[in-house]
């Protein structure tokens, strides 16, 4: 079933389609999906939808802002902002043209579902609450008696057509008048000022009745003979909120009794059917309130959460940039030498500089490879297919290929605790574990270290349930964690303190963890500056 029909402006064609696909899985329906503002005022002058989501920059002659402006006054449609911009001028300028919600791309349709949900709540009940006040309104105007309402300041806030004809006033002349200024009476006998009774009225709660003899001074100077009566307003906790003036021209005391007990009780009514709906109303509201503070809590968190996003996307450039400039200064320099003197070197020299070449590229793929690793990790979308592997020969051939490939003179030795050595686990992450965690053993270690592998397979039972896990560990003699960076070295990017200039993208600890958590294993590290560093890798395993 459509639960209501949606305009959508967004001039991100692809955005837009995504948006629209979105609110369709909801259940909304898009009245159109449009790019410009100028579109949007005309398409919503004639669809009529029931809401519209407007993006803020918008090309064209007018920005959302501008657009939603006239949507509203011109056809009091609520709008909600979809955008990326949280800057405080852009807010300033959109929270005059009171929108309905504030949605900040990216988005969840959750958040997308509730922030229309309230809107529209909101939306219609201000249309209700504007029909009881002109229901209102309407019944007042229709009552025979000259009705004054004021608030607890005795400023004036309604005044029925009866009233004007008495008084000589326009009610919008006067809403927010002192009441003396409008309503002024004096004693018909002693041509004494009387001074009206709202003072009373609202100080004691009680309703007051004036005697025959009162003259009403009208805006011309005329005098009216009146009677009056004044009452309390009160909310629905009964605080008194103003107070109400009912009179008219006197025509005889019976008259006057008569016409005054017939408006009473025609206020009385009009007052319970104004307190219930005022009332019912206000429930509503106070039941809102919740459900608002929890999405402005959403929204602090969504904005909290853009900064860190955006924080780590700019660590993210500048560490890829200082890591991408050396090897292409290497790669240009080999290639414009090779250029210029090829001609004139002999086989071995130009081997060696493609070697270099080579190397360098080799050296972009892996980091390229790496920040791709840590990317597919944060998304949840790497693999996990543990196979049966022997864990000694693998933990051999990587030792083997990693010495080839890195050409180190440090004394790498792998030791295995036991004679059983097959076990179910990842191959690719397993490799990406150890080679990783070496790679990081010998570049923090003096040149001919010694960087020790131990490898240990243990089993036990507990509850008739088998316990199987592989550890590996691997020490160096390098330079160390300093412990105050020991709680963070795991986060991408973040490299220690005493690194100095030693290069590395500080992406490799953090693939380890992944890998390790793929295999719902544990890390563990036990260093101390200048003394080395020990990595203990625990990964569980079940046989299938």
Same mark, same amino acid.
Request: aromatic content about 6%; hydrophobic content about 40%; glycine content about 6%.
């Given at each position: 079933?459509?639960?209501?029909?949606?305009?959508?402006?967004?001039?991100?064609?692809?955005?837009?389609?995504?948006?629209?696909?979105?609110?369709?899985?909801?259940?909304?329906?898009?009245? +159109?999906?449009?790019?410009? #503002?100028?579109?949007?005022?005309?398409?919503?002058?004639?669809?009529?939808?029931?809401?519209?989501?407007?993006?803020?920059?918008?090309? #064209? &002659?007018?920005?959302?802002?501008?657009?939603?402006?006239?949507?509203?006054?011109?056809?009091?449609?609520?709008?909600?902002?979809?955008?990326?911009?949280?800057?405080?001028?852009?807010?300033?300028?959109?929270?005059?043209?009171?929108?309905?919600?504030?949605?900040?791309?990216? $988005?969840?349709?959750?958040?997308?579902?509730?922030?229309?949900?309230?809107?529209?709540?909101?939306?219609?009940?201000?249309?209700?609450? #504007?029909?009881?006040?002109?229901?209102?309104?309407?019944?007042?105007?229709?009552?025979?008696?000259?009705?004054?309402?004021?608030?607890?300041?005795?400023?004036?806030? $309604?005044?029925?057509?009866?009233?004007?004809?008495?008084?000589?006033?326009?009610?919008?002349?006067?809403?927010?008048?002192?009441?003396?200024?409008?309503?002024?009476?004096?004693?018909?006998?002693?041509? =004494?000022?009387?001074?009206?009774?709202?003072?009373?009225?609202?100080? =004691?709660?009680?309703?007051?009745?004036?005697?025959?003899?009162?003259?009403?001074?009208? &805006?011309?100077?005329?005098?009216?003979?009146?009677?009056?009566?004044?009452?309390?307003?009160?909310?629905?906790?009964?605080?008194?909120?103003?107070?109400?003036?009912?009179?008219?021209?006197?025509? !005889?005391?019976?008259?006057?009794?008569?016409?005054?007990?017939?408006?009473?009780?025609?206020?009385?009514?009009?007052?319970?059917?104004?307190?219930?709906?005022?009332?019912?109303?206000?429930?509503?509201?106070?039941?809102?309130?919740?459900?608002?503070?929890?999405? @402005?809590?959403?929204?602090?968190?969504?904005?909290?959460? @853009?900064? @860190?996003?955006?924080?780590?996307?700019?660590?993210?450039?500048?560490?890829?940039?200082?890591?991408?400039?050396?090897?292409?200064?290497?790669?240009?320099?080999?290639?414009?030498?090779?250029?210029?003197?090829?001609?004139?070197?002999?086989?071995?020299?130009?081997?060696?500089?493609?070697?270099?070449?080579?190397?360098?590229?080799?050296?972009?793929?892996?980091?390229?490879?790496? +920040?791709?690793?840590? &990317?597919?990790?944060?998304?949840?979308?790497?693999?996990?297919?543990?196979?049966?592997?022997?864990?000694?020969?693998?933990?051999?051939?990587?030792?083997?290929?990693?010495?080839?490939?890195?050409?180190?003179?440090?004394?790498?030795?792998?030791?295995?605790?036991?004679? =059983?050595?097959?076990?179910?686990?990842?191959?690719?992450?397993?490799?990406?574990?150890?080679?990783?965690?070496?790679?990081?053993?010998? &570049?923090?270690?003096?040149? !001919?270290?010694?960087?020790?592998?131990?490898?240990?397979?243990?089993?036990?039972?507990?509850?008739?349930?088998?316990?199987?896990?592989?550890?590996?560990?691997?020490?160096?003699?390098?330079? !160390?964690?300093?412990?105050?960076?020991?709680?963070?070295?795991?986060?991408?990017? $973040?490299?220690?303190?005493?690194?100095? $200039?030693?290069?590395?993208?500080?992406? !490799?600890?953090?693939?380890?963890?992944?890998?390790?958590?793929?295999?719902?294993?544990?890390?563990?590290?036990?260093?101390?500056?200048?003394?080395?560093?020990?990595?203990?890798?625990?990964?569980?395993?079940?046989?299938?």
């Amino acid at each position: 079933m459509v639960r209501a029909r949606i305009l959508v402006v967004e001039d991100e064609s692809i955005v837009a389609l995504s948006i629209q696909n979105r609110l369709e899985a909801l259940g909304y329906a898009v009245a +159109a999906n449009l790019p410009s #503002g100028e579109a949007a005022v005309k398409t919503a002058g004639e669809t009529r939808p029931d809401l519209v989501l407007m993006d803020i920059r918008l090309r #064209g &002659k007018i920005d959302g802002i501008q657009a939603a402006d006239q949507i509203r006054n011109r056809f009091q449609i609520p709008v909600v902002y979809l955008t990326a911009y949280t800057d405080e001028e852009t807010i300033n300028r959109a929270k005059f043209t009171e929108p309905y919600g504030y949605i900040l791309k990216p $988005f969840e349709p959750r958040d997308l579902c509730t922030t229309i949900e309230i809107a529209l709540y909101k939306h219609q009940m201000e249309l209700e609450r #504007g029909q009881r006040e002109q229901s209102l309104s309407t019944a007042l105007n229709s009552v025979g008696d000259a009705v004054i309402t004021t608030d607890q300041e005795e400023l004036v806030t $309604f005044m029925n057509p009866v009233a004007e004809g008495l008084t000589g006033w326009k009610c919008e002349e006067v809403v927010g008048d002192h009441l003396s200024e409008v309503f002024k009476t004096i004693n018909i006998k002693t041509r =004494e000022i009387i001074e009206h009774p709202i003072a009373l009225v609202l100080h =004691e709660g009680v309703t007051i009745n004036l005697e025959f003899d009162t003259l009403l001074i009208n &805006k011309n100077g005329d005098e009216i003979l009146i009677t009056e009566t004044a009452a309390p307003l009160k909310n629905k906790t009964g605080q008194i909120i103003g107070a109400a003036l009912i009179f008219h021209e006197s025509t !005889g005391q019976q008259q006057i009794a008569v016409t005054l007990e017939k408006t009473n009780q025609e206020l009385e009514v009009k007052l319970a059917e104004s307190t219930a709906q005022l009332q019912q109303a206000n429930e509503q509201l106070w039941a809102e309130i919740p459900k608002r503070q929890r999405l @402005e809590q959403e929204l602090q968190l969504a904005l909290e959460k @853009e900064q @860190e996003l955006e924080q780590i996307k700019s660590q993210l450039l500048a560490t890829i940039s200082q890591e991408y400039r050396t090897p292409l200064a290497t790669i240009l320099s080999s290639s414009q030498l090779l250029e210029r003197y090829s001609s004139r070197w002999t086989d071995k020299k130009k081997h060696q500089h493609l070697q270099r070449i080579q190397a360098t590229v080799e050296q972009l793929t892996k980091l390229s490879n790496d +920040a791709a690793f840590i &990317k597919d990790a944060e998304a949840r979308n790497l693999g996990f297919q543990p196979v049966s592997v022997d864990v000694k020969q693998l933990v051999r051939d990587v030792i083997s290929e990693f010495v080839l490939s890195a050409n180190t003179k440090d004394q790498i030795l792998c030791e295995c605790q036991t004679t =059983e050595t097959r076990a179910f686990l990842d191959k690719r992450l397993v490799r990406s574990i150890i080679n990783n965690l070496l790679s990081n053993a010998v &570049k923090y270690s003096s040149q !001919g270290s010694r960087v020790q592998l131990e490898i240990e397979l243990l089993q036990g039972e507990s509850a008739q349930v088998r316990h199987q896990e592989v550890v590996f560990r691997i020490s160096d003699q390098g330079i !160390g964690i300093p412990s105050a960076d020991q709680d963070q070295i795991f986060q991408a990017f $973040f490299r220690g303190s005493n690194v100095n $200039f030693i290069p590395g993208a500080g992406l !490799g600890l953090a693939i380890v963890k992944a890998s390790v958590e793929l295999h719902r294993g544990t890390i563990s590290i036990d260093s101390e500056v200048g003394v080395g560093t020990t990595v203990t890798v625990t990964l569980p395993w079940q046989e299938e």
